[in-house]
């Protein structure tokens, strides 16, 4: 679940996105206003991700076209028509990147 409330599936740039931004921007852990996930500068997060299908057989794998999507919003602010809006509008400069 996003910080926006709703649920994005495995594999697309969308969840990758809403993943990335609860890192980047905090969030309360399990709703609890009281246990606050404190945010990550940008320069501490990157995203770990399955080079193959087959490395992922409950579905984390993500092609790259569509990581490419989620990377140039998250990074640039370069929006790709997804549902999930970036907390930061204009993107995470320093955000480090994939493995």
Not at 66 to 75: G, R, S, T, V
Not at 76 to 88: C, D, E, M, Q, R
């Amino acid at each position: 679940i996003g910080m926006d409330g709703n649920n994005y599936n495995q594999g697309t740039a969308d969840y990758e996105v809403a993943m990335a931004d609860m890192l980047l921007h905090g969030f309360p852990v399990g709703g609890n206003a009281n246990n606050i996930f404190p945010a990550l500068r940008s320069d501490q997060v990157m995203i770990g991700l399955p080079a193959a299908p087959a490395a992922a057989p409950s579905g984390g794998y993500i092609s790259p076209t569509e990581m490419k999507k989620a990377l140039n919003y998250i990074i640039k602010g370069v929006p790709f028509g997804g549902k999930y809006k970036l907390s930061n509008q204009s993107g995470y400069p320093a955000f480090r990147g994939l493995m």
